[in-house]
T-cell receptor, first 113, second 115 residues
Framework: GENVEQHPSTLSVQEGDSAVIKCTYS??????FPWYKQELGKRPQLIID?????GEKKDQRIAVTLNKTAKHFSLHITETQPEDSAVYFC????????????FGRGTSLIVHP | DTGVSQDPRHKITKRGQNVTFRCDPI?????LYWYRQTLGQGPEFLTY????????KSRLLSDRFSAERPKGSFSTLEIQRTEQGDSAMYLC?????????????FGNGTRLTVT
C-alpha cells in the first residue's frame, strides 16, 4: 500500500545471520503495528505485533521495534534459519485518519543454508 | 478455533461471467475483511464489516464488486461481469472486538482466474 512503505523488497542472508525489515507510515492515528509471514502458497499469519505504548517487543528470535516520532517500525530476526524463508508484510494505518490495516508490498526473505 | 474458511479455493471463469465467493470467519469475531492479493504485492483492502454492517469500502473498488454479511456471520463477495484484471487471490480475514488493534486471522483465500 502506498501509505505504508516497506523495505527492502528482497533480502538474502546466510543461515545464522540477522535480518531487518523496515516499514514507514504516514498517519500517526494507529497504535497497533503487526507483522505477518506468508509462506509460498499459504495464508498470511501474524508473527509479532506491537502497540504504541512500548518501543520494543521480543519473542524468541523475533523482535519488533517502534519509533512513533519517526513513524517507522522494524522487524528483526536473529539467527536466521532456512524455514524463515518467506514473504513478510507489515501493516499500518491508511492515510486520512483511517485505521484500516494497510499492508506494505512485502519483503521476500531468502535464508541460504 | 477452526479458523477462517473460504470457498471455493480456486475459481476459473470466463470474462463477463459473475462469480461469488464465501467466507466463514472465526465464530466469535465481529469484524470481517476482504482483501485482494496479486503476485508480488501485499494484500489490498477491499471492504470490511462490523457484524452485519458494511462500514467501509475501498475507493478503488469497482461497482461490479459487492459484499454482504447478512446475519453477521458468513460473508459473500460477488464480482459481476468479470474482467481479466480481476484475476487475483481474494483473502478473507476476521478479527475480534470493535477496534483495529487486533490481529487479522486470514483464510486460505480463493484464487480467481478470469480467462
Amino acid at each position: 500500500g502506498e501509505n505504508v512503505e516497506q523495505h527492502p523488497s528482497t533480502l538474502s542472508v546466510q543461515e545464522g545471520d540477522s535480518a531487518v525489515i523496515k516499514c514507514t507510515y504516514s498517519d500517526s492515528a494507529s497504535n497497533y503495528f503487526p507483522w505477518y509471514k506468508q509462506e509460498l502458497g499459504k495464508r498470511p499469519q501474524l508473527i509479532i505485533d506491537i502497540r504504541s505504548n512500548v518501543g520494543e517487543k521480543k519473542d524468541q528470535r523475533i523482535a519488533v521495534t517502534l519509533n512513533k516520532t519517526a513513524k517507522h517500525f522494524s522487524l528483526h530476526i536473529t539467527e536466521t534459519q532456512p524455514e524463515d524463508s518467506a514473504v513478510y508484510f507489515c501493516a499500518g494505518p491508511a492515510s486520512g485518519g483511517s485505521y484500516i490495516p494497510t499492508f506494505g508490498r512485502g519483503t521476500s526473505l531468502i535464508v541460504h543454508p | 478455533d477452526t479458523g477462517v474458511s473460504q470457498d471455493p479455493r480456486h475459481k476459473i471463469t470466463k470474462r463477463g461471467q459473475n462469480v461469488t465467493f464465501r467466507c466463514d470467519p472465526i465464530s466469535e469475531h465481529n469484524r470481517l475483511y476482504w482483501y485482494r492479493q496479486t503476485l508480488g504485492q501485499g494484500p489490498e483492502f477491499l471492504t470490511y464489516f462490523q457484524n452485519e454492517a458494511q462500514l467501509e469500502k475501498s475507493r478503488l473498488l469497482s461497482d461490479r464488486f459487492s459484499a454482504e454479511r447478512p446475519k453477521g456471520s458468513f460473508s459473500t463477495l460477488e464480482i459481476q461481469r468479470t474482467e481479466q484484471g480481476d484475476s487475483a487471490m481474494y483473502l478473507c480475514a476476521s478479527s475480534p472486538g470493535v477496534a483495529f488493534d487486533s490481529p487479522l486471522h486470514f483464510g486460505n483465500g480463493t484464487r480467481l482466474t478470469v480467462t
